[in-house]
């Protein structure tokens, strides 16, 4: 007789607010990571685009400051709490196309995916994109299963909010195409006014970026489309396998090689056409970046707006699977959920009790130490103006820093777009630079007096050390075309 997994109502709830919760607790113990800092600097200057992104993530965390404050803990919560609306989205998913049981599992087995247990407290544009993406296709499971053209319209609002959260949320639209090409019962959709009216929605939804992207040199799309730079480097795909397996959670990664198994040689006690509608909606994303990693290395968290939908195709063939997968299904939430809870641990290292081997979080850590360090040399120079040559390094300063002197990128300058133009006068007052270029630096600033270092460290272990110099005035150029185009001059 089939052992059941617990996937009942209360269990399934009370477990995802329980790790959400464990996730909010992390949100509030780990320091902001430099890209959150930088979407802070974003959500300062709300825009409709931004180099590296679409808005969506700089909204959310303008709104989440304002509910929650101005901390780490401000800046992570909407992101963190959105977990819970796309595990009810799946799971609605899930009982459109299987059943309650399916729809349970799907739902702990989202959170119990390693990406999101353990990389979900982190503010970055994968959580809305993950949340639409998931909206969406629970749209499109309603209407495979209602029949209801309604729902077409939910598709194309919750695709366009996806377009306007990460530009990997484009080949959902690619998908859903497939999927009503692919399955002949679907097909009767392409000439639907229901699904013309969603794909409207969704052109609605997404122009105010797309017009902002084309007065802005599509930046934001060049950002995307990178590929191919690295030359063919073959070895890069098993690494993105691999990355790819233990991330989603080994246990739920074998499943869903079950369904997609399943699917593929038309196994017919498999719940198949449920099963194929998700796969075709996922497949051009895993397509694109499989063959991006013959290239370039695949970051682990690119495919994350899809991870529910996975999770959801493995819950299927996890119950309609033969009785000797019942040990393995049984074991996928609880062993996901504890490698979560104990990355979690090793990341926020309450009170610094970890080894520096052990802290998942280190390379978070020392920004204090910077923005101590840079604040004395400020004082000691006398300086107006603090000039940065990295993104990372800006963003940690005007985190750390505010209220103090005027902050400014000398390099990678169109990052920077959505910033007042620096006040000119600046250049001509006394400023310190810090960084870790200091051929760049000294060429830019001929004048520079080099400073002591300033070395940001967790313990008594160094994490990196910048170099820093007090310059009596700034190439005007610095401040708008910015160092790495002005060269010496």
């Given at each position: 007789?089939?052992?059941?997994?617990?996937?009942?109502?209360?269990?399934?709830?009370?477990?995802?607010?329980?790790?959400?919760?464990?996730?909010?607790?992390?949100?509030?113990?780990?320091?902001?990571?430099?890209?959150?800092?930088?979407?802070?600097?974003?959500?300062?200057?709300?825009?409709?685009?931004?180099?590296?992104?679409?808005?969506?993530?700089?909204?959310?965390?303008?709104?989440?400051?304002?509910?929650?404050?101005?901390?780490?803990?401000?800046?992570?919560?909407?992101?963190?709490?959105?977990?819970?609306?796309?595990?009810?989205?799946?799971?609605?998913?899930?009982?459109?196309?299987?059943?309650?049981?399916?729809?349970?599992?799907?739902?702990?087995?989202?959170?119990?995916?390693?990406?999101?247990?353990?990389?979900?407290?982190?503010?970055?544009?994968?959580?809305?994109?993950?949340?639409?993406?998931?909206?969406?296709?629970?749209?499109?499971?309603?209407?495979?299963?209602?029949?209801?053209?309604?729902?077409?319209?939910?598709?194309?609002?919750?695709?366009?909010?996806?377009?306007?959260?990460?530009?990997?949320?484009?080949?959902?639209?690619?998908?859903?195409?497939?999927?009503?090409?692919?399955?002949?019962?679907?097909?009767?959709?392409?000439?639907?006014?229901?699904?013309?009216?969603?794909?409207?929605?969704?052109?609605?939804?997404?122009?105010?970026?797309?017009?902002?992207?084309?007065?802005?040199?599509?930046?934001?799309?060049?950002?995307f489309t990178r590929i191919g730079?690295?030359?063919?480097?073959?070895?890069?795909?098993?690494?993105?396998?691999?990355?790819?397996?233990?991330?989603?959670?080994?246990?739920?990664a074998i499943f869903l090689g079950?369904?997609?198994?399943?699917?593929?040689?038309?196994?017919?006690?498999?719940?198949?056409?449920?099963?194929?509608g998700l796969a075709w909606t996922?497949?051009?994303?895993?397509?694109?970046?499989?063959?991006?990693?013959?290239?370039?290395?695949?970051?682990?968290?690119?495919?994350?707006?899809?991870?529910?939908?996975?999770?959801?195709?493995?819950?299927?063939?996890?119950?309609?699977?033969?009785?000797?997968?019942?040990?393995?299904?049984?074991?996928?939430?609880?062993?996901?959920?504890?490698?979560?809870?104990?990355?979690?641990?090793?990341?926020?290292?309450?009170?610094?009790?970890?080894?520096?081997?052990?802290?998942?979080?280190?390379?978070?850590?020392?920004?204090?130490?910077?923005?101590?360090?840079?604040?004395?040399?400020?004082?000691?120079?006398?300086?107006?103006?603090?000039?940065?040559?990295?993104?990372?390094?800006?963003?940690?300063?005007?985190?750390?820093?505010?209220?103090?002197?005027?902050?400014?990128?000398?390099?990678?300058?169109?990052?920077?777009?959505?910033?007042?133009?620096?006040?000119?006068?600046?250049?001509?007052?006394?400023?310190?630079?810090?960084?870790?270029?200091?051929?760049?630096?000294?060429?830019?600033?001929?004048?520079?007096?080099?400073?002591?270092?300033?070395?940001?460290?967790?313990?008594?272990?160094?994490?990196?050390?910048?170099?820093?110099?007090?310059?009596?005035?700034?190439?005007?150029?610095?401040?708008?075309?910015?160092?790495?185009?002005?060269?010496?001059?």
């Amino acid at each position: 007789m089939r052992k059941a997994d617990p996937t009942g109502l209360v269990f399934v709830s009370l477990a995802v607010v329980a790790l959400t919760a464990a996730r909010l607790l992390a949100a509030a113990l780990v320091p902001l990571s430099p890209d959150e800092a930088y979407y802070y600097d974003w959500s300062r200057f709300p825009a409709w685009g931004y180099y590296d992104h679409p808005p969506m993530i700089a909204w959310w965390i303008a709104a989440s400051t304002a509910i929650f404050g101005t901390s780490a803990f401000g800046v992570r919560a909407l992101a963190v709490l959105a977990t819970l609306p796309a595990s009810a989205a799946i799971a609605i998913a899930g009982r459109a196309l299987f059943d309650a049981p399916v729809a349970g599992r799907a739902a702990l087995w989202t959170n119990a995916t390693l990406l999101i247990g353990v990389g979900g407290f982190i503010a970055t544009p994968d959580e809305p994109s993950l949340l639409f993406w998931t909206l969406a296709v629970m749209a499109f499971a309603l209407v495979m299963r209602t029949g209801n053209g309604g729902w077409w319209l939910l598709v194309g609002l919750s695709a366009g909010l996806g377009i306007d959260s990460k530009l990997t949320n484009l080949f959902l639209g690619l998908g859903v195409v497939l999927a009503l090409l692919a399955q002949r019962d679907l097909r009767r959709w392409l000439w639907s006014a229901w699904t013309w009216a969603g794909l409207g929605v969704a052109l609605i939804v997404i122009a105010p970026v797309a017009i902002w992207n084309a007065d802005h040199a599509w930046m934001t799309l060049g950002q995307f489309t990178r590929i191919g730079g690295g030359g063919f480097q073959p070895l890069k795909f098993p690494e993105f396998v691999v990355t790819q397996f233990g991330l989603l959670n080994p246990l739920v990664a074998i499943f869903l090689g079950l369904a997609v198994a399943a699917w593929l040689a038309r196994r017919r006690e498999y719940p198949l056409a449920g099963i194929a509608g998700l796969a075709w909606t996922a497949l051009p994303l895993v397509a694109y970046m499989a063959f991006h990693s013959l290239h370039q290395q695949v970051q682990g968290n690119w495919l994350a707006p899809i991870y529910p939908t996975l999770a959801l195709m493995a819950a299927a063939a996890a119950g309609a699977a033969p009785e000797r997968w019942t040990p393995h299904r049984a074991l996928a939430f609880p062993v996901g959920a504890a490698l979560s809870l104990a990355g979690l641990l090793l990341t926020a290292n309450p009170g610094n009790v970890l080894p520096f081997a052990l802290d998942a979080g280190r390379q978070l850590r020392g920004w204090d130490d910077v923005a101590t360090g840079t604040r004395a040399a400020t004082g000691q120079a006398g300086a107006h103006w603090i000039g940065t040559d990295g993104y990372d390094l800006n963003a940690e300063l005007t985190w750390h820093l505010p209220g103090g002197p005027p902050i400014v990128a000398i390099a990678d300058r169109a990052r920077y777009v959505y910033l007042p133009p620096a006040d000119p006068a600046l250049a001509g007052q006394p400023g310190i630079v810090v960084g870790e270029d200091a051929g760049l630096i000294t060429r830019c600033f001929p004048n520079a007096t080099r400073l002591p270092d300033i070395i940001r460290r967790t313990g008594d272990n160094v994490i990196a050390t910048y170099v820093a110099f007090s310059v009596p005035n700034a190439p005007p150029a610095a401040f708008t075309a910015g160092c790495d185009y002005i060269g010496a001059n």
